[in-house]
Nanobody, 123 residues
Framework: VQLAESGGGSAQTGGSLTLSCAASGYSDSAYCLGWFRQVLGQEREVVALMNSGSYLEYADSVKGRFTLSRDNAKYSVSLQMNLLKPEDTAMYYC??????????????????WGQGIQVTVSA
């Protein structure tokens, strides 16, 4: 399984950015797919996850500002990030799990990771 990430970059406070992730090499119809983020020196934390069913989860810190949606392709999602804050600055990683259980949102349950994409929000 390979994860191709795109988007990200820099924005000012209150601005918007979009991240996209496309997974290839999947053969299972069940999956969990979404985004984590990490600041240097801190633990990787969940941002938003969705599974092949109806499960959708957001970190409390992004609820109401970020929207995770499924793209037309089966194993592809986009994260629309609005009302960005400086504290959203981090390396964002697409993650995928070959199960519809999203691993209690813990990074160690996810077998597949993208290379990471930087998001920087300036004050």
């Amino acid at each position: 399984v390979q994860l191709a990430e795109s988007g990200g970059g820099s924005a000012q406070t209150g601005g918007s950015l979009t991240l996209s992730c496309a997974a290839s090499g999947y053969s299972d119809s069940a999956y969990c797919l979404g985004w984590f983020r990490q600041v240097l020196g801190q633990e990787r934390e969940v941002v938003a996850l969705m599974n092949s069913g109806s499960y959708l989860e957001y970190a409390d810190s992004v609820k109401g500002r970020f929207t995770l949606s499924r793209d037309n392709a089966k194993y592809s999602v986009s994260l629309q990030m609005n009302l960005l804050k400086p504290e959203d600055t981090a390396m964002y990683y697409c993650a995928a799990r070959e199960s519809d259980w999203c691993g209690a949102s813990l990074p160690h349950w996810f077998e597949n990771w993208g290379q990471g994409i930087q998001v920087t929000v300036s004050a």
